[in-house]
């Protein structure tokens, strides 16, 4: 089970760093660095601050216990001259307990002034630091941002992208569909030609259509058989119609109009 539990372990482990590899931008992680480390500053400047106001309040403390000391000796040397000797012991006794004090606050002062001196080269140092850092992380963003530019570009003249390579397959199934028109027009052409199948704008026609091409043909039957009866001589006889529908039809084939021969008068008439 162990063994099981430390390859699950594993795997989950590299699963993760290669999503997270595949999602992070160097840019965003020098960013949050650069953000951290000035963060860092800003607490080193405040630890700065708080020890020099430490420092100077020791300072005030040195200065309040030497007034102190100097008014103690000055009451014992008065006390001395007036002859009071005791006053002038406890004037020198109270002096001695504000030297002490004094001396232990100029001690504190000292180890204060050091760790503030220390504090004020670390921050010195950071922010030199951090400078350089800021200049490498612009250098840095600068160059990645250019390969990657670089990298879209040579993508899309190799097509290696996704968005070119979306054009590439649209251009790619826009020509196949053309070619399979063209080839589709070319083979109905050949049928047209080989009269395999008929033309419908020749072949089809509406009932308007015909019924107006039969008028026309009635009217165009009417008015050549108007002008065969008056081509007859003495008016029209069905005898005559019949003898002469041959060749009147012959005549109007030709398009051309014949007159018939003058009939010879009746003799009896």
Do not use: C
């Given at each position: 089970m162990?063994?099981?539990?430390?390859?699950?372990?594993?795997?989950f482990?590299s699963?993760?760093?290669?999503?997270?590899?595949?999602?992070e931008d160097?840019?965003?992680?020098l960013?949050?660095s650069?953000?951290?480390?000035?963060?860092?500053?800003v607490?080193?400047?405040?630890g700065?601050?708080d020890?020099?106001t430490?420092?100077k309040?020791v300072e005030?403390?040195v200065?309040q216990l030497?007034?102190?000391?100097?008014?103690?000796?000055?009451a014992?040397?008065?006390?001395?001259?007036?002859?009071?000797?005791d006053?002038a012991?406890?004037?020198?006794t109270?002096?001695?307990?504000?030297?002490?004090q004094?001396?232990?606050?100029?001690?504190?002062h000292?180890?204060l002034?050091q760790?503030?001196?220390?504090?004020?080269?670390?921050?010195?140092?950071?922010?030199?630091?951090?400078?350089?850092?800021?200049?490498?992380?612009?250098?840095?963003?600068a160059?990645?941002?250019?390969?990657?530019?670089?990298?879209r570009v040579n993508?899309a003249?190799?097509g290696?992208?996704?968005?070119?390579?979306?054009?590439?397959?649209?251009?790619?199934?826009a020509?196949?569909?053309?070619?399979e028109?063209?080839?589709r027009?070319?083979?109905?052409?050949?049928?047209?030609?080989?009269g395999?199948?008929?033309?419908p704008?020749?072949?089809y026609k509406?009932d308007i259509t015909?019924?107006?091409?039969?008028?026309?043909?009635t009217?165009?039957?009417e008015s050549e058989?108007a002008?065969?009866?008056?081509?007859?001589?003495g008016?029209?006889a069905?005898?005559?119609?019949?003898?002469?529908?041959?060749?009147?039809?012959?005549t109007v084939?030709?398009?051309?109009v014949v007159?018939?021969?003058?009939?010879?008068?009746?003799?009896?008439v």
């Amino acid at each position: 089970m162990a063994s099981l539990w430390e390859r699950f372990t594993m795997l989950f482990k590299s699963k993760a760093d290669k999503v997270l590899d595949r999602y992070e931008d160097p840019r965003e992680t020098l960013d949050y660095s650069y953000k951290k480390q000035q963060d860092l500053l800003v607490r080193v400047r405040r630890g700065v601050a708080d020890v020099a106001t430490s420092r100077k309040r020791v300072e005030i403390q040195v200065t309040q216990l030497g007034k102190e000391v100097d008014k103690m000796t000055l009451a014992a040397q008065q006390s001395l001259a007036a002859g009071r000797e005791d006053l002038a012991r406890e004037a020198l006794t109270r002096k001695s307990g504000l030297q002490v004090q004094m001396n232990d606050l100029e001690t504190q002062h000292g180890v204060l002034q050091q760790e503030e001196e220390k504090l004020v080269r670390a921050s010195t140092q950071l922010q030199q630091r951090i400078e350089a850092f800021r200049t490498q992380k612009e250098t840095i963003k600068a160059t990645y941002s250019a390969a990657e530019a670089q990298t879209r570009v040579n993508e899309a003249f190799t097509g290696l992208s996704d968005e070119f390579g979306d054009v590439g397959r649209a251009i790619q199934r826009a020509q196949d569909k053309t070619q399979e028109m063209q080839a589709r027009a070319s083979a109905v052409d050949e049928l047209l030609a080989s009269g395999a199948l008929e033309d419908p704008s020749l072949t089809y026609k509406d009932d308007i259509t015909r019924e107006l091409e039969a008028m026309a043909s009635t009217a165009g039957v009417e008015s050549e058989l108007a002008a065969m009866k008056a081509a007859l001589p003495g008016g029209s006889a069905p005898a005559q119609l019949a003898a002469g529908a041959p060749k009147v039809a012959a005549t109007v084939v030709d398009a051309e109009v014949v007159e018939p021969p003058a009939s010879t008068p009746n003799p009896e008439v």
